[in-house]
Nanobody
Framework: QAQLAEVGGGMVQAGGTLRLSCAAS????????VGWFRQAPGKEREFVAG????????FYADSVQDRFTAARDSRANRGYMQMNDLKVEDTAIYYC?????????????????WGPGTQVTVSS
């Protein structure tokens, strides 16, 4: 059964960095975009970043532009998100997902497989 799993969450102070990785099993990410979403308590799941199948197109939410970077390694069948200059408001559960096609979609409905999520907590 196809599965995704996020690794790399944790607790950091404001201004710190974390790198999330998204590992796929029983699923090739080669032809699919990898999206990153997050959900804070009491809020809806929101798009954070995405990278298309080729790695040539990347999209970011305004709130993380210039701080987060999406990447992928097709040989390793993984996606990544580097998070720099983390802010308290970045605290959330972060999810990776594989798209239903090769391009990034900012809507959760555009993704077929999801990881269970990893907690990111940023303290002041």
């Amino acid at each position: 059964q196809a599965q995704l799993a996020e690794v790399g969450g944790g607790m950091v102070q404001a201004g710190g960095t974390l790198r999330l990785s998204c590992a796929a099993s029983e699923l090739s990410l080669l032809d699919f975009a990898v999206g990153w979403f997050r959900q804070a308590p009491g809020k809806e799941r929101e798009f954070v970043a995405g990278i298309n199948w080729s790695g040539r197109s990347k999209f970011y939410a305004d709130s993380v532009q210039d701080r987060f970077t999406a990447a992928r390694d097709s040989r390793a069948n993984r996606g990544y998100m580097q998070m720099n200059d983390l802010k308290v408001e970045d605290t959330a559960i972060y999810y990776c997902a594989s798209s239903v096609d090769g391009e990034v979609d900012t809507r959760p409905s555009g993704y077929k497989y999801w990881g269970p999520g990893t907690q990111v907590t940023v303290s002041s």
